[in-house]
């Protein structure tokens, strides 16, 4: 494992690169930016950047139906995650209940397709980040109110990118990205086969049922924190599981140490040149492309980038990215505890139980 992860850590696949592509879904996340800060909308502007910047990456999907299809259900998913997750804000209980449901969905959709399981992870990701909104004082209609500004900031942001990455792909044929099955279409899906992945011993049952206990166990604990930022616990745990272990293990390492490193460099950059304004929006534009071009390059590197990108949308939102990027450090790590943890303990289970571990093959494997 350790060889493997240090070969992982140094080696940069640079053929998986598309310069141009990362550099087509910059519109899309430039524009709400710059509007935003210029008329004194920095809140607005970073949720309409987090809604285009992960359709952007949703750009880099495999076709769902069609070609976009995978960028038009994160539009329409993660808006309702979002929603969905401010609606919970106040109710720890509602949120394990609603966390897990998604964590359940989305393991279970890692048997259709690669597109469906990265739908699905987004989901959970907007659900839980939506859960540590700002409070709003008043009644339930404020919270009701403030839940759906937020899903509809995300859902015009993520429209937004896709409306323009659609432009691109009409008007410059070489911004098409290589998509790793072209031709999956999951029309395929049948009755059938959702009934197979709902047996017990399926390899897709016991990720999805791993990924519900994953998700109950890292919001009770981030529920049960004060501090900022704690939902970094609960989005780091739904993001690191793999179906095996070895991929979980080596994800985990590579993205506590992606973080770590880009943690660093942005307190120095913050310490040291204490951007503001348009120069806080290069800094966004910067780190996310270069997240959006390491994305297969180097999975260590994007999340150093990725926690550049946070760190300076945190700041357009003027929270105090310091104290915020020591949160989410501690946040990553203990996030990245409890998936392997969790995975662990499901692999010292099924050797009592005495239970082969199962083989997730997808339905788009399979075709």
């Not at 550099?23 to 909308?41: D, E, K, N, R, S």
């Not at 960028?71 to 509602?94: K, P």
């Not at 449901?101 to 399981?117: E, F, M, Q, R």
Request: proline share 5%.
């Amino acid at each position: 494992m350790a060889e493997n992860f240090r070969s992982q850590l140094v080696a940069f696949d640079w053929s998986k690169s598309e310069p141009l592509h990362a550099f087509l879904c910059l519109p899309g996340i430039a524009l709400p930016l710059i509007v935003g800060l210029h008329f004194g909308y920095p809140g607005t502007a970073a949720l309409m950047v987090g809604g285009a910047q992960c359709v952007g990456f949703g750009s880099y999907q495999p076709p769902l139906f069609h070609r976009s299809g995978a960028m038009l259900a994160a539009s329409i998913g993660i808006a309702i995650s979002a929603l969905v997750g401010a609606l919970c804000r106040d109710s720890t209980t509602a949120l394990l209940v609603t966390s897990v449901v998604w964590a359940v969905l989305y393991g279970l959709s890692n048997s259709i397709s690669t597109a469906t399981a990265w739908v699905g992870q987004q989901c959970c990701i907007f659900l839980v980040v939506s859960s540590a909104a700002p409070s709003t004082p008043g009644t339930t209609h404020d919270l009701v109110y403030s839940a759906l500004l937020r899903g509809a900031g995300v859902l015009a942001g993520a429209l937004l990118q896709y409306a323009i990455l659609l432009l691109c792909r009409y008007f410059v044929a070489a911004a098409q990205t290589r998509f790793s099955s072209p031709d999956f279409d999951p029309t395929h899906f049948q009755r059938a086969f959702l009934l197979e992945q709902l047996k017990p011993r399926s390899g897709a049952f016991q990720f999805a049922l791993r990924m519900g206990v994953t998700a109950a166990v890292s919001i009770a604990i981030y529920r049960a924190q004060t501090w900022t930022s704690a939902y970094w616990i609960g989005m780091t745990a739904l993001l690191i599981p793999k179906p095996e272990f070895s991929a979980t293990a080596l994800r985990a390492l590579l993205r506590a140490a992606g973080t770590l490193a880009g943690a660093a460099l942005c307190t120095v950059i913050v310490v040291e040149l204490q951007p503001r304004g348009m120069w806080l929006a290069l800094l966004v534009l910067v780190f996310q492309f270069a997240a959006y071009l390491l994305a297969n390059v180097n999975y260590g590197a994007f999340a150093l980038a990725l926690t550049g990108y946070i760190c300076f949308v945190l700041a357009v939102a003027h929270q105090p990215p310091r104290e915020v990027m020591l949160h989410r450090v501690l946040a990553t790590l203990a996030g990245t505890g409890i998936a392997l943890a969790v995975h662990l303990a499901f692999i010292l289970g099924r050797k009592a139980l005495n239970i082969t571990p199962p083989t997730l093959h997808s339905l788009e494997e399979r075709l």
